[in-house]
């Protein structure tokens, strides 16, 4: 005899349990390589004896919530320097000139910046930073522009900057090519904006894994030349950053990172845009009547395929829809 159907709510709350337990293991992963000043600081936060803990898990299940499973508290987004939710939409659309033959040159200034950043409260890591934030600027371009990044290296080790996408090999920013620069100093990248698209970029400095995960990464979009796509110009200028049609459209950029906090090679945090647990504390709002478009970049180093995975859990999680 066949059981009878489950109805939605029950649905509903199955579905729930399985996210929650996904979330877990991701949250268990944060929970390992903590040391004795995290734990300090974990107690200001009101951290808790085992007797205490038992009384959290049973409020949350009550409340159906995931607080006994995220950390506590949030960072210090002052000190840091950047703020997780900011880094959704703060592109970073540079300086737009003109040649003499009225081409438009859109130039950027990066620097490569040594700093310590808070990763989950209490929990600080030793990065390597693109203007002093991880991930760096969100870099964002019109198809067809003549791009000119400044950078300067004001950190500790040789660092380059290797976009991708199309250029000249002397713009590459790999071993053996200009583009490397020691302490101190300034090498100018040149190419133009080709093509459209969501590309990521990141130092090429070897041991490129080392580079990539002290945080030397960021987002690289070309949005496309409506003029240029005259079949699609209706997606085209939905996608150019400014005009009416974009305005439409709810943009974000997520980066998925993770930290390797004790250095053996596998990682300990894992993130988007950086700071672990923040989008479960601050979920992301969004208008139902807007349709949302992710630039989502994948910089994790180590194991990349398990945070792909949980990535679309999460988002699943924390996008909030605003009546
Ligand atoms: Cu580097």
Redesign the pocket.
Known sequence: MKNPPKNLSENLVDRRSLLTAGVALVGGSTLAGLNSAQSAKAAEHGAVASSDKQDIIRQSNDKKSLGNMITVGDVDTSTNGFDASEMLSDWDSGVVTKDESGRAIRTFEIE?IDKEIEIAPGVFFPA?TYNGRVPGPTLRATEGEKLRIIFKNFGS????IHFHGIHSARMDGIPGTPGVINPGEEFIYEFNATPFGCHLYH?H?LPLVR?MH?G?YGAFIVDPDPDLHPEFADVAKSRLLGTPQNKQWREFVMIMNAFDTNFDGENEFYAINTVAHHFMKHPIKIEKSKPVRIYLVNTTEFDPIIPSIYTVIFLIITIMVQH
């Not at 080790?157 to 380059?160: I, K, L």
């Open positions: 490569a390597w080790h040789p660092h380059s130092c400095v580079h002290k030397m």
